[in-house]
């Protein structure tokens, strides 16, 4: 490839994954941070790392964790409605992180990002920057970067003698944008960047919401050369010196789960004339069999004579570990107009990169393949709860049973045989509301599918009855603690989660006590009281509820349940281990298993 060609090839974090040489990417999303954090408040984001204070710290470093950066978009990033956004110039992002060590070798990091942008008024004199709230996408990213950047070693682990006593400062820095514009503050407000001094605990160069009638600083020049080699564009004319363009933006999803594709509609219709002839171009969202035939007639369409290829790449991520598993895939599924074909150089090239078997199919299978496992998935939760309700009617125990299910080679030891409270998250349920209309349309009895969307509506009445005949039924005005908000573990996410739903139901009849290791604000009007830990939300309460898999929560606190005035504990995910776990005195309920009092 020469000089003046370059590729747009984005990995998990918005680095080059593919061909070698200066990339210039343009960033429809921020790939798989757009996947990690959902669309919800996110004021900080709390991670506890087994690594050492210095070994974090200059981790962050490494991933110029401080820098100021352009923001490409702003839509799927910030708390802001559309209309919000149109009005809204030139973004750019800064990462204020705050790291404490929690012990030899365990240390908290706390991110919060500070998005900034130029809102430019009719009346000159009331332009001015505005900061716009980060819905959590971009501090999740930076603490799944981080997770991999340990986990892979690449911190430098023979840190001299004098880095210790360097762990609690820090060093005066200059944050540097990834884009340095030749255009001057008047005609293109910068954002103004500061190091904090030494002796201070927060990393966090200010990002600048100058006074109107100060001058704009000009951002300081790249401090890396890894900085100094990527240019970020939120101009689609950028993409005319791109061999190969992955769109991989989420879909949101409506409250009854349907998806909305017009935002990925919106972003590949102002790309298309852009694209440079011979190129590619990769959808990686989840769209419906059908889509990305219908995209590749419109590329055809508008632009005839351009040769653009068109492929699909089935996205199969996971919230909690959405990054290791797009650097360590099981296989990558391909969708072409033609398999047979070999796939386009620079492509293909990318994706041998992974390590892991490539499997082309035409664009309808691969489509279908993405659903196809989600629809396994949640037929094995439901598998799991009916059982597990089997269990509990005639003596059995269902933790007896899964190692037996595990150790055959037709169900497996990573099976999605786990009782809960039903799939939540609304990926699951989006792809089985996909497969229902689309099995309608076409004429497919979809009882299957109804009878799986059913069940997991009716698995929360599983919680309601164990609190109405142990708990509300017994006490006035009981108070509840609560561990876990999150949909699930090793992320902040609460979209449809059960929680949530479960201390909604709770309001007016019991005072709730919530604590979640990373979910500190979960939305307006939550009839509960956060609090700190596990341990404050337990005193004086009638009934513990688990319902957020965190591996915390798998063992009872060190004094056990004294505190609370009635000690029962209902599991509602099947964390906590009683074998294990010392119970005196305590009514443990759990899914799948008789009463243990």
């Not at 060590?101 to 001015?128: H, M």
């Amino acid at each position: 490839m020469s000089a003046r060609r370059q590729s747009c090839f984005e990995g998990s974090s918005g680095r080059a994954v593919a061909a070698p040489g200066r990339l210039l990417l343009f960033l429809f999303v921020l790939l798989i941070s757009a996947n990690l954090a959902g669309a919800q408040d996110a004021d900080s984001t709390d991670r506890v790392y087994k690594h050492r204070k210095v070994e974090v710290e200059e981790a962050l470093q490494a991933l110029n964790a401080y820098a100021t950066n352009r923001l490409p978009v702003l839509e799927g990033f910030v708390n802001a409605n559309a209309s919000t956004i149109a009005k809204l110039e030139n973004p750019h992002y800064q990462l204020r992180v705050e790291i404490e060590s929690q012990g030899p070798n365990q240390t908290l990091v706390s991110i919060v990002a500070k998005i900034t942008a130029w809102s430019a008024a009719e009346d000159a004199a009331r332009s001015q920057y505005v900061v716009i709230p980060s819905n959590g996408r971009l501090e999740q990213d930076m603490l799944d970067r981080l997770s991999v950047f340990l986990e892979k070693g690449n911190v430098e682990r023979s840190v001299d003698r004098n880095s210790e006593g360097r762990a609690g400062s820090t060093t005066n820095r200059s944050a540097a944008p990834v884009e340095d514009s030749a255009a001057s503050p008047a005609s293109s407000p910068g954002v103004a960047a500061s190091g904090k001094g030494a002796g201070s605990s927060s990393h966090s160069p200010s990002v600048g919401a100058p006074p109107a009638e100060s001058p704009v600083d000009r951002p300081s020049a790249p401090t890396s050369s890894s900085s100094a080699s990527r240019v970020n564009s939120a101009d689609p004319s950028a993409l005319a010196t791109c061999d190969l363009v992955v769109v991989s933006r989420d879909i949101p999803t409506d409250t009854e789960n349907g998806s909305d594709p017009a935002v990925v509609e919106r972003l590949i219709e102002a790309a298309i004339p852009h694209l440079r002839p011979g190129s590619t171009l990769v959808l990686m969202s989840q769209v419906s069999p059908g889509a990305t035939r219908a995209l590749a007639e419109r590329v055809q369409s508008l632009r005839p004579d351009a040769g653009i290829a068109v492929y699909y790449w089935v996205e199969t991520l996971i919230f909690g570990s959405a990054v290791e598993r797009f650097l360590k895939p099981e296989r990558i599924i391909v969708g072409a107009a033609d398999p047979a074909r070999p796939l386009p150089v620079t492509l293909d090239a990318g994706l041998r990169r992974f390590g892991c078997p490539i499997l082309p199919m035409v664009y309808e299978s691969a489509e279908l393949t993405k659903t196809a496992i989600n629809l396994y998935l949640f037929g094995a939760v439901t598998y799991a709860n009916t059982l597990a309700d089997l269990c509990e009617a005639v003596g059995a125990n269902w933790s007896e049973m899964v190692p037996a299910l595990r150790l055959d080679r037709r169900i497996g030891p990573a099976a999605y045989i786990r009782p809960s409270l039903g799939v939540a998250g609304g990926n699951l349920e989006r792809d089985l509301v996909t497969l229902r209309g689309l099995g309608q349309r076409h004429g497919v009895d979809v009882a299957y599918v109804d009878t799986l969307l059913a069940h997991n509506a009716r698995r929360y009445r599983w919680v309601q009855r164990q609190l109405e005949g142990r708990v509300l039924d017994r006490t006035g005005r009981p108070v509840v603690a609560v561990w876990g908000l999150a949909y699930k573990k090793n992320t902040h996410s609460t979209k449809n989660s059960m929680a949530l739903r479960v201390i909604e139901n709770l309001r007016g009849r019991a005072e709730v006590r919530a604590y979640d290791p990373l979910v500190k604000q979960p939305g307006a009007d939550v009839p509960a009281t956060l609090v700190e830990s596990r341990d404050a939300a337990l005193v004086g309460a009638d009934c513990l509820l688990i319902l957020t898999d965190w591996d915390e929560f798998a063992t009872p606190p060190d004094a056990g349940f004294r505190s609370m005035r009635r000690p029962v504990v209902i599991d509602c995910v099947g964390v906590m281990d009683p074998r294990r776990a010392a119970l005196p005195g305590v009514e443990y309920i759990t899914m799948g298993r008789a009463v243990r009092a």
